[in-house]
């Protein structure tokens, strides 16, 4: 099979359909651009492949893009305001079956300092010196919870998940990477929050975890945005990503397959992940901070804003790029508050897609890519690919869909692209090709997969077999690269596989130093 890796269409893909996405799904609608505590950016789900977790299918929902290490003094705090969710249809009807619910809170401390003549003002920074390498000493803590909701996820039938240890039903998100200083082995600090969790209705435990990690999507942005200043047929021209020095906030969840799964019969499920906030909201002219004047006065008003009514949806995000390369830039704030059910809407954008015509318009017949109709895209964005993971009966919709029975690939042998490679240049599912790791993207997708390249070459007409017009003379087929190397190797190998985040500041000694004088501190 001869395998070809040419530079950055896709680049062009992103840049063509919307100019004001970044990343995978990063500020992509003009609303969520304003909203980056829940605009949704990227969302996973694979069979795990920690050892010793087979039966375990892990989803990962990452949230407020573009993080900047050193994003001081306030960093990156979920929105208390806002619900968070992973959404699971098990029947493939396109209607959610299981909804995973995270709800945050901020906890100030009102750490003060005797500033001199009886004068006690709070600090302006969110944490102290450190009392031992994995102790800060925290101004401002976050708290969750997690509930399960089966069937509508506005439904009454809510359930509460609980720690496994003890059985408390609030999770603490470790803070954010502030830097070497504050925080001085930040790894083994983080670790402390991984929780065994007791779902509803579940016979085995789960995990969760709720924190910074570092980005793990990769990408040529500024490449991509100067109308693709990239050579994009001369051959690999790799930069690195331009998210590689930013950070990311995980939502991560390990689940049993048979809690996921309506049955041994049907080992297929799809999940998206949404954000939603309250329908009104009111702000706060003078905003006060969250303490009491005096033990016997009423509190003072908390906030800049009060908010009430129904949830609202803003935030949606399934299979990679969707948003970006497939909907058109008006309908993008649309997409995000609509639900898989009533995807029909977007049906054209599906089978007659923009983005092929686009590419033949800016790159002419170098590109040759199909046009509508465009059954083969619809497979990958809305039904599953046959005899992969597309489930019997399934209703059309946007969704991430895995196949539970097909095993987990162990890190160390993933091939980025290949579930693509599984396919022969007729268009059939081989699964003895080389390079064939039908493990991952787009069933499902993990960390390491390079969905970028994937993606692309789906457009370009992978999956057309015999009618892919990219076929050379030998009938092989060509799988193009955006000039970014994305792979297991730059991720954990154990749950939440996301790595650490990178620090405030990365210098400095063991970071731990005399803390300020205890008659100077009040909390």
Not at 58 to 83: E, V
Request: aromatic share 8%; proline share 8%; charged share 15%.
């Amino acid at each position: 099979m001869l395998l070809k890796r040419n530079a950055s269409l896709l680049a062009l893909a992103a840049c063509a359909a919307s100019l004001s996405a970044q990343a995978s799904s990063h500020r992509e609608a003009p609303f969520i651009a304003q909203n980056p505590s829940v605009d949704g950016t990227d969302f996973y789900m694979f069979n795990s492949y920690e050892p010793g977790r087979a039966g375990f299918v892990t989803l990962i929902a990452n949230y407020n893009p573009l993080q900047d290490a050193y994003g001081g003094p306030n960093y990156f705090a979920l929105n208390p305001q806002a619900l968070y969710e992973i959404h699971v249809d098990n029947n493939a009807d396109a209607v959610e079956d299981l909804t995973f619910q995270f709800r945050f809170s901020n906890n100030f401390q009102r750490i003060v300092l005797d500033t001199g003549a009886g004068r006690n003002l709070s600090i302006p920074l969110i944490n102290l010196p450190p009392t031992a390498a994995t102790t800060p000493t925290l101004n401002r803590t976050e708290t969750y919870t997690l509930s399960l909701v089966r069937g509508p996820r506005r439904g009454a039938n809510v359930q509460t998940v609980s720690n496994a240890s003890g059985g408390g039903t609030v999770f603490t998100k470790p803070v954010d990477n502030i830097g070497t200083k504050s925080i001085p082995d930040y790894a083994a600090y983080a670790r402390q929050f991984i929780y065994s969790i007791n779902i509803p209705s579940c016979a085995t435990p789960g995990r969760v975890f709720v924190g910074q990690r570092r980005e793990g999507f990769a990408v040529n942005l500024g490449e991509v945005f100067d109308l693709v200043n990239l050579n994009p047929l001369g051959g690999r021209d790799v930069k690195g990503s331009a998210t590689a020095d930013k950070n990311i906030t995980t939502l991560a969840l390990e689940v049993p397959v048979a809690c996921l799964t309506a049955s041994a019969t049907q080992p297929i499920i799809g999940a998206w992940t949404t954000a939603s906030l309250r329908q009104a909201r009111v702000l706060n002219p003078a905003p006060q901070g969250p303490t009491t004047s005096s033990p016997s006065t009423a509190p003072r008003s908390f906030g800049p804003e009060v908010a009430g009514g129904a949830w609202t949806q803003v935030s949606r995000l399934g299979s990679p790029l969707v948003n970006e390369v497939v909907i058109g830039i008006d309908d993008k704030d649309r997409f995000n508050a609509s639900e898989p059910k009533n995807d029909a809407q977007f049906a054209d954008y599906v089978t007659h897609p923009t983005l092929p015509v686009l590419l033949n318009v800016l790159f002419g017949t170098a590109a040759n890519v199909p046009t509508a109709p465009r059954g083969d895209i619809v497979a990958a964005f809305l039904t599953g690919v046959a005899n992969v993971n597309q489930p019997a009966g399934v209703v059309a919709s946007e969704m991430l869909r895995l196949n539970t029975a097909i095993a987990a690939t162990p890190a160390a042998a993933q091939v980025n692209v290949g579930a693509a490679l599984c396919f022969t240049p007729a268009g059939e599912l081989l699964l003895t090709n080389p390079g064939c790791d039908p493990a991952g993207f787009p069933n499902g997708r993990r960390p390491g997969d390079d969905v970028v390249d994937i993606e692309l070459s789906v457009v370009e007409g992978f999956l057309l077999g015999a009618n892919n017009p990219n076929r050379t003379a030998d009938g092989a087929y060509q799988v193009y690269t955006d000039g970014t190397i994305q792979d297991a190797s730059q991720f954990d190998t154990v749950f939440p596989y996301l790595l650490p985040p990178l620090p405030g500041s990365p210098n400095g000694g063991n970071g731990i130093v005399d803390p300020v004088s205890t008659a100077s501190v009040r909390r």
